[in-house]
């Protein structure tokens, strides 16, 4: 079964607006979960502080992918940590929070960090500038890939037991990728007033995505849902 029309379709809003992902560290009050964020037992930052070096931090006007001047690399992490910004103190780290996530997934480890806004149910994947492939590398690819693909399954026909309603956003610098079923599409930066919008249309090989980044006053109102296909 595949949903789509030939004309394409705008996707609906869950796909929509990932932009703020990228943009700060976190800090809004819907980047917040509502339940208490609690580590996973056994799981500390230690020696790991990859999120000061990948994630801009508005309030410190740190750009994306260059490490924090408030850090000590692999020592005592950050110098202002009593006074650090809001951004920073609402921050989370998937894997230090997600049991399900195995050891490979830890930052140092990885070269990359998990950023997981609850309310909005996304991913956005941070990766290290001095290994850009590596969310390309096994074993994270595949499992990219399946998150990818159940978040668009699970846009489709929405769950509030659905962990992603949006496809995987991948960064490297200021430079974004998404992830999609049948390809992935770079499609260069977010600006203010910018969004990202995904099109589906249906092909005689199966549905067929594209991406891409507009602003937001010229994307079209009319997005209605695409019907289903026969089988």
């Not at 990818?148 to 929405?158: G, N």
């Amino acid at each position: 079964m595949c949903l789509g029309r030939n004309k394409g379709w705008f996707a609906s809003s869950v796909w929509r607006n990932v932009s703020h992902v990228y943009l700060q560290a976190g800090g809004r009050e819907d980047s917040v979960m509502a339940e208490p964020i609690v580590a996973v037992p056994g799981r500390v930052c230690g020696s790991c502080s990859l999120c000061c070096k990948l994630l801009r931090i508005e309030e410190l006007d740190k750009p994306a992918g260059r490490w924090c001047s408030h850090c000590t690399v692999g020592r005592d992490g950050c110098k202002i940590y009593d006074t650090r910004p809001g951004s920073c103190r609402s921050f989370h780290c998937t894997w230090l929070i997600d049991p399900k996530l195995g050891a490979e997934w830890r930052p140092s480890t990885a070269k990359m960090v998990l950023q997981y806004d609850h309310p909005a149910r996304r991913l956005a994947v941070h990766v290290d500038p001095e290994f850009p492939s590596a969310w390309r590398s096994e074993p994270y690819y595949r499992q990219l890939k399946a998150w990818t693909c159940a978040a668009i399954d699970s846009a489709r026909t929405p769950s509030s037991d659905a962990w992603l309603m949006a496809p995987v956003l991948v960064y490297v610098d200021d430079r974004a990728i998404v992830m999609l079923p049948n390809r992935d599409i770079e499609v260069g930066t977010f600006t203010p007033g910018s969004e990202l919008v995904v099109t589906e249309r249906a092909t005689p090989s199966g549905p067929e995505f594209e991406a891409s980044i507009m602003l937001s006053s010229d994307v079209p109102s009319d997005r209605e849902a695409p019907p289903r296909l026969a089988e």
